[in-house]
Every structure is written in structure tokens, then in C-alpha cells.
Nanobody, 113 residues
Framework: QVQLVESGGGLVQAGGSLRLSCAAS????????MGWYRQAPGKERELVAS??????DYADSVKGWFPITIEYAKKVVILQMDSLKPEDTAIYYC????????WGQGTQVTVSP
């Protein structure tokens, strides 16, 4: 069974940075697509970025700012968030797109003006 644990969220001022990590068990990154999603209050959950063996995909709002990578040795999926804006405030979730029920508990990201 796939289990995902997110970490790295917190409170940061606009322009600051956060590094989110997703530790996964029961899944091989080499054969699955991993993604970071976010959900702000009153809004639907949206895909921020995803990664599979030979490609990455990003939401238009974060292209060039939130690179997604996999650190295979540490077995974590990383979302590096730089130049954060208040509108980036949300709960961020890790998800294996190839496993429908593989959602983590989320990590809160709050960006103050």
C-alpha cells in the first residue's frame, strides 16, 4: 500500500521560500507519476506540479518558481517554492497520480503580505 507524508510547510513572508518534502513508501518513483497539489479555503484542489521519469509539468501560475524534483537516494519528492506570494497560501498535498487513493495528510503553507 502507498503511504505519503508531507512536511516543510510553515509561515513565511511574501518573497520568502519553503521546501516541501514528500516521503513515500510502497511506491517506485521510476514507474509512477508524482504530484504536488494545493487547496485554498473555498477553492478546489489543484495540481501545482508533477513529475515522472522523463518529464515535469507545472501550473501556469508557478512555472519558473516552484521546481519539482525527486531525490532518489532520500526517497522524497521535493517542491521548492521561491518568491512566495500571499495567493500561494494553501494546504499542499502529495499524490501519486497512478494510485487514486494515495493522498497524504497535507502540510499548511501560509504566506503573509
Amino acid at each position: 500500500q502507498v503511504q505519503l507524508v508531507e512536511s516543510g510547510g510553515g509561515l513565511v513572508q511574501a518573497g520568502g521560500s519553503l521546501r516541501l518534502s514528500c516521503a513515500a513508501s510502497g511506491i517506485l518513483y521510476a514507474t509512477n507519476t508524482m504530484g504536488w497539489y494545493r487547496q485554498a479555503p473555498g477553492k478546489e484542489r489543484e495540481l501545482v506540479a508533477s513529475i515522472k521519469p522523463s518529464s515535469t509539468d507545472y501550473a501556469d501560475s508557478v512555472k519558473g518558481w516552484f521546481p519539482i524534483t525527486i531525490e532518489y537516494a532520500k526517497k522524497v519528492v521535493i517542491l521548492q517554492m521561491d518568491s512566495l506570494k500571499p495567493e500561494d497560501t494553501a494546504i499542499y498535498y502529495c499524490h501519486a497520480l497512478t494510485h487514486k487513493d494515495s493522498w497524504g495528510q497535507g502540510t499548511q503553507v501560509t504566506v503573509s503580505p
